[in-house]
């Protein structure tokens, strides 16, 4: 798997709040891909969220001092300590100090992956705040759109905003149909509003663009889920589990 489909994989498990096997995901991607940091940060936080908090402190110090990353590991860190309930004030002093001053030359990318922690912390509000500076920096980062409708997805499923044509969000970037993760979120977009023929299209031509990782059928069989097309959704269960055959989504559903 590419880099970039290993992210959508580690993404996809972050909001099935799959831990463990975000760890293990994260784990193969610094393996893989030793210049990318991303993957430390990514790896640090499945640890927090899956109760290994001092493992993934510890990640994160590592690599503070990564460009890219520095606000999100602060951001992250500040986190884990409220886990970890931290009492003293003045480490949270510190790190509140820390974070205003990274901000003022924080790179476009450094924001988007701190909408990223903040999304997986369920801070989709301070979340999308990020997103939008990153976005105001730099509006050809497509990686920022898709998040930014996975926020906005995510919030007007919980009633806490109003949002009017979440495809829009997915679609401003022209990457969205080469990128597994937006297209991706496309369709769950498509999913949500009942917009089903739009969906099940899009499934069935990510599933052939990207025929070596079971994600996109995943969206399929939600469709057809939501369709109650039990004939397809059996086929498309039998060809996930032939390529995961641990998918619990897939399992759950062939009980």
């Known amino acids: 798997m590419d880099k970039e489909g290993l992210k959508s994989l580690i993404f996809y498990y972050f909001r099935e709040k799959s831990y463990t096997l975000a760890v293990n995901a994260a784990r193969e991607g610094n393996a893989k891909f030793r210049g990318d940091a ?32 520095k606000l999100s590991v602060v951001i992250a860190v500040m986190y884990a300590n409220k886990l970890l309930c931290i009492t003293n004030k003045d480490v949270f002093l510190k790190l509140d100090a820390k ?16 909408g990223f922690v903040l999304f997986c912390l369920q801070k989709l509000e301070k979340a999308l705040d990020y997103l939008d500076k990153a976005l105001t920096m730099d509006s050809n980062l497509h990686e920022c759109w898709f998040l930014k409708g996975w926020v906005l997805l995510e919030l007007k499923k919980t009633g806490k ?42 499934a069935s031509k990510i599933i052939v663009k990207f025929p070596n990782t079971w994600l996109p059928l995943i969206l399929k069989m939600k469709v057809q889920l939501a369709m109650q097309n039990w004939d397809h959704l059996n086929e498309t269960l039998s060809r996930i589990l032939l390529l995961n055959p641990n998918s619990l989504s897939a399992l759950k559903l062939q009980q």
């Open 38 to 69: 991303s993957f430390h940060l990514f790896h640090a936080l499945a640890l927090i969220l899956n109760h290994h908090i001092e493992e993934g402190i510890h990640i994160l110090e590592s690599v503070a001092s990564e460009n890219e990353i």
């Open 99 to 114: 974070m205003k001053e990274i901000r003022k030359a924080a790179e476009p990318v450094d924001f988007y992956y701190s």
């Open 161 to 202: 905003k109003s949002v009017a044509n979440i495809p829009e969000t997915f679609l401003h970037s022209s990457q969205c149909n080469a990128n597994l993760d937006g297209s991706f979120g496309l369709g769950e977009a498509y999913l949500y509003e009942n917009n089903y023929e739009e969906a099940l299209s899009l």
